[in-house]
């Protein structure tokens, strides 16, 4: 039951109690309203760098299992949430949510009012925080938390890439993909081999002429954390890539990049998107799509407006009319700004996927 502190950028303090590690974690503070999932989302990489708020009152309460997972680790920084519990109902779970993050050496804070806190961060913007169990000194949490950067400007991206290329799939498939590799989530990979596609990963930095050595039928863009903006060796290979006009698909992180390199910028959002239930409509079937997100950046509606010959905007969010997918008007090229995958979230837009794979056998057509 020991103390834990959490101050938010703006003086904002909390007083709750100790979980995970005990120590210090320092991020750009963000919030997640999914009431399923919170495994799949601690381990999605394009958390990188963020504290994490969980708006579900419970946490903890189906314990960890290893095989939810879409990383080799915990990727947020640090988590705050209202209830924490050890004591839970999954016989299938490998550990209690504890032992899990003493595991990964995550520090974290419970016993606030998330309520409040998200009220506050949704009205004021996202911001930095400190989160602590061993500085109990407010002064001292100040001074630590000057020393924070900005997730504006920040690149991310090649701390949480691959380090080596590898491959997955089939290796004796006439499907081809190559992966561009920004932070992607396990899940995404799962669905591209579940359609046939034989994989191979790189790392971010990749130059394009190896990634073009294995041959490649079509190109991912991965998710990813940081500021798509910071990224100009990816937008230069992305560049690179188009016009060879083989089909490219990017999500998340990968429809910014895309959408930078075709000459459409991005901006930060006030608080982003992150959760298991933002209604999407497809502009072009004119269906609606309940989806999974988890962006703190946007492609500028304004961008777009700029350069009618650019994109054509096939999904917008139903919530904040923010662009949610593009497809270019020049490349073979298109995108998605949420997470088709979903793990944790629905189903509704995996058809995204059969898209890509079917036109990439056209393309080999």
Do not use: W
């Not at 400190?130 to 020393?147: G, N, P």
């Not at 041959?215 to 910071?230: E, I, K, M, T, W």
């Amino acid at each position: 039951m020991r103390k834990a502190y959490l101050l938010l950028e703006d003086g904002t303090f909390f007083e709750g109690l100790s979980a995970g590690k005990i120590g210090t974690a320092t991020g750009e503070v963000c919030f997640n309203t999914g009431m399923t999932g919170y495994q799949e989302v601690f381990t999605d990489p394009s958390y990188y760098g963020q504290v994490l708020v969980a708006t579900n009152a419970h946490i903890g309460n189906y314990g960890t299992k290893d095989a939810d997972t879409q990383s080799e680790k915990i990727q947020i920084a640090g988590f705050i949430c209202k209830n924490f519990t050890n004591k839970y109902s999954r016989p299938m779970a490998d550990l209690s949510i504890q032992d899990y993050f003493e595991k990964e050496n995550l520090v974290a804070i419970h016993s606030i009012d998330t309520r409040s806190l998200v009220k506050h961060i949704r009205d004021k913007g996202a911001m930095n925080c400190i989160i602590s169990s061993e500085i109990t000194d407010k002064a001292e949490l100040k001074e630590a938390l000057k020393a924070v950067p900005s997730m504006e400007g920040l690149e991310l991206a090649s701390v949480v890439t691959t380090s080596e290329p590898y491959t997955m799939g089939d290796e004796n498939s006439d499907l081809r993909i190559a992966v561009l590799d920004f932070g992607t989530k396990k899940n995404i990979l799962q669905c591209f081999v579940e359609r046939g596609a034989y994989l191979k990963v790189f790392p971010a930095k990749t130059p394009v002429e190896e990634v073009n050595a294995f041959n490649p039928d079509g190109y991912f863009l991965s998710n990813g954390p940081g500021d798509p903006a910071s990224m100009d060796y990816a937008v230069d290979s992305i560049k690179e890539i188009l016009p060879i006009n083989k089909p490219v698909f990017g999500i998340c992180l990968g429809h910014q990049l895309l959408c930078l390199s075709l000459g459409i910028g991005t901006y930060k959002m006030h608080n982003g998107h992150r959760g298991i239930n933002h209604p999407v409509k497809n502009l072009v079937s004119g269906k609606s799509e309940i989806t999974s997100q988890n962006h703190g950046f946007g492609v500028s509606p304004q961008a777009i407006a700029e350069n009618p010959d650019k994109v054509e905007v096939t999904h917008m969010n139903l919530n904040d009319d923010t662009i949610e997918g593009i497809r270019s008007k020049e490349y073979n090229a298109f995108s998605v700004q949420y997470h088709p995958e979903a793990c944790p979230g629905p189903h509704d837009s995996r058809y995204l996927f059969d898209q890509f794979i079917e036109e990439v056998k056209n393309s080999k057509k």
